[in-house]
């Protein structure tokens, strides 16, 4: 019987020069051939994968810088999980801690790469929109509004919802790009682009205990030194019903 310590550790052995070819050699006794063959396969799959997880991030990019980041995901990040649809938060993780940012890359890659992850994990998300208590037609000033948990405010420096290989910007924006992600109750993710006030709003309503929509919007113009509190009041029922028809915002409850 073959010593179960010896194979374990031929088992990293392979898997460790299978993440790094360049700087790991084979183990003795395997078939030059064969381990090409899984070599190719194990980086092939893997980077067809995450091209699939993130289009964008891999549309912009050549072939050649494409795969550095495959490479260097490969050669230094230890995974948490082994369920394929967790590995573009893998990915993230790597990009975010373990990445080394060179000349060419963009300035924006951290941000697109969260948003395409945000965009999947939503799509996937257990979180269903509540039914019980909540009206989905109720008054959104009088009554307190809902937050959907399948609705996910973000703030960025880019645009990452318009980048593509026609649109590259270099500098980020002077005021920060908020964006509400959503998924609806035909699983469809869509976004929203928010103002300052809107976003702030958003945030309020996720924050607040009991309080009207009316309550919140008042609330918020004397947060925000805003001057007219009976417009903002006015300006925050339209945004409100507008995120009530894209599903972020679920409904409303009775306030006590």
Not at 5 to 10: A, L, Y
Not at 60 to 71: G, K, L, M, S, V
Not at 162 to 186: G, M, T
Request: charged share 25%; no cysteine.
């Amino acid at each position: 019987m073959a010593d179960p310590v010896s194979f374990k550790e031929k088992q990293y052995a392979f898997a460790a020069h299978l993440r790094d070819p360049e700087n790991v050699d084979a183990p003795e006794g395997i078939e030059a051939r064969r381990i090409a063959i899984y070599r190719n396969l194990f980086f092939n799959n893997l980077r067809s994968l995450l091209a699939r997880f993130f289009p964008v991030l891999r549309k912009i990019h050549a072939d050649a810088h494409w795969n550095r980041f495959i490479r260097g995901f490969m050669r230094h990040h230890q995974a948490q999980t082994p369920y394929f649809l967790e590995l573009p938060q893998e990915f993230l993780a790597f990009l975010q801690n373990e990445y080394e940012p060179r000349e060419d890359d963009y300035p924006f890659l951290l941000e697109l790469a969260h948003y395409e992850y945000a965009e999947l994990a939503l799509s996937i998300s257990e979180d269903e929109i509540p039914r019980d208590g909540i009206d989905p037609d109720g008054d959104l000033i009088a009554e307190m509004p809902v937050k959907s948990p399948l609705a996910w405010a973000f703030a960025y420096r880019f645009p990452v919802h318009r980048i593509s290989p026609d649109f590259l910007p270099d500098q980020p924006e002077e005021q920060p790009v908020y964006l509400a992600l959503y998924r609806d109750s035909d699983d469809q993710v869509g976004f929203l682009e928010l103002n300052a006030v809107t976003a702030a709003l958003l945030d309020a309503i996720e924050q607040s205990d009991e309080l009207s929509g009316e309550s919140i919007l008042r609330q918020l113009a004397a947060d925000i030194d805003y001057p007219d509190a009976d417009a903002l009041v006015q300006h925050g029922a339209a945004a409100l019903q507008e995120m009530r028809q894209l599903e972020i915002l679920a409904g409303t409850r009775k306030t006590t």
